[in-house]
Structures are given as C-alpha cells and as structure tokens.
C-alpha cells in the first residue's frame, strides 16, 4: 500500500465515513471533520506518521469546538444542508498526503 492509500485508509477508519476517502476530499465540507475532531486527527496523524504539525493551527482549518450556534445545527438538520462553517481553510486529504510524504506541515493558501 503506498502513502496515499494510507493515508486515505487511515482517514476514513478516523471518521467513519461509509464511503472511500480520496484524495480530492476535504476534511471538512466532505468528511465532517471539525472542531476538536479535527485537532484529534492531526494529532493521530503525527504520531503514525511521525509529521511534525507543529505550525498546523487546528481553529484555523477546524473551526471551534463551540464555533455552531444551536439554530444553524437545527437548520442544517432540518433542511438537511451541511452547515455553514465559514471562515476556515478547509483542507483537502492530499494537503495531508504531502505532509506526510514531506515530514512536516507546510500549507499555503492559493
């Protein structure tokens, strides 16, 4: 299995999801990682992988734990839309491939 693959496989164990993870998704807006989840994660991922996240600032890409109000959760669960998490830089799985093929975090905004 190469990095990709396990990475992937690594990602979709974490959260679950009932669909393959591909390179493509983003952790946030495709694979509802957010908040301390996503701090998990990244922590999870550092220590299989041995990635140094050290400048990886988890509110930024994650949002709050606390970042949801309860009527945005109801509408989203009621009108069965994700909810609007703005603000953030979501992420995409293959950001996290090249972390781990590099060692280290090192992402830039386009």
Known sequence: MNSTQDVCKFIQSYTGVGFE???QHYLSKDLGVFGDDGAEL???LA???????STFDA???????DFLGIGEILRSL??????DFGGQDDIQVKDIENAVERGRWDFKVA
């Open 21 to 23: 993870v591909l390179p």
């Open 42 to 44: 990244i922590e999870g």
């Open 47 to 53: 220590e299989e992988y041995g990635v140094d996240f």
């Open 59 to 65: 509110k930024k890409h994650f949002g709050q734990e």
């Open 78 to 83: 009621f009108s069965l839309r994700k909810p």
